[in-house]
């Protein structure tokens, strides 16, 4: 995973294998970098992670987790995925990481297009 800044907001790349403990150790790289504890809207491209692996167990480790991160309420996640079978399984691991964290998040096909949306207020 890398982190760096686009514009106005943070360009989070992910190329990994998703399993639960993945997403918790980048929730925890995340939660370190202080451009996202002060809140700067996030694009997260997700076109090169590996869902094989995921399976409904990870979902539920997943959504159990939380260390009480930085509070982000109202904030915008733009996440960047290739196709419509990633997508689906994104939007349902994200939704559970935006219910609890309250931020909004949307899918996109393309970083433009996401980069535009969490910068829109």
């Known amino acids: 995973m890398s982190i760096e800044p686009l514009n106005g907001c943070l360009l989070v790349t992910f190329r990994m294998r998703l399993t639960a403990q993945a997403v918790i150790d980048t929730y925890r790289r995340l939660e370190e970098d202080v451009r996202y504890r002060d ?12 869902i094989t692996d995921l399976n409904y167990d990870d979902l539920s480790v997943v959504a159990a987790y939380d260390e009480g991160g ?3 309420d109202g904030f915008r996640v733009g996440v960047v995925a290739s196709d419509d079978a990633k997508g689906v399984i994104l939007k349902i691991l994200l939704t559970i990481y935006a219910a609890d964290h309250k931020q909004t998040l949307q899918i996109f096909p393309t970083i433009d297009a996401a980069k535009c949306w969490v910068l829109a207020r």
């Open 39 to 50: 809140g700067w809207p996030t694009v997260w491209d997700m076109r090169e992670i590996d």
């Open 70 to 72: 930085p509070n982000r």
